[in-house]
């Protein structure tokens, strides 16, 4: 038979995995938005001929995808453990 106490136990959990995975779709799209204004900034530098330009925002490209990176791999292994917690409680 639920209880409503392992309701409860398991909705914190539910929302943790809810506010993750948006903040997955928004570390996505600001990267994305971030990638192209930093392209679109070398393009230009380059046009113009700033060899500064081209590489602040080359080193700004780096930065943005280490960002990510970091961020993807952060955010997908505590959504694998809360996964893991789901379906084992015992293990958490």
Request: charged share 15%.
């Amino acid at each position: 038979m639920d209880s409503g106490i392992e309701r409860e136990q398991e909705h914190p959990s539910a929302d943790e995995a809810a506010r993750l995975r948006a903040g997955m779709r928004w570390l996505v799209t600001g990267s994305i938005i971030a990638l192209m204004a930093l392209v679109s900034w070398s393009i230009l530098s380059a046009a113009s001929g700033s060899a500064a330009g081209m590489v602040a925002a080359s080193s700004g490209s780096v930065a943005v995808v280490v960002a990510w990176t970091t961020g993807y791999v952060a955010i997908s292994t505590r959504l694998k453990q809360l996964a893991a917690a789901a379906t084992d409680p015992e293990s958490a």
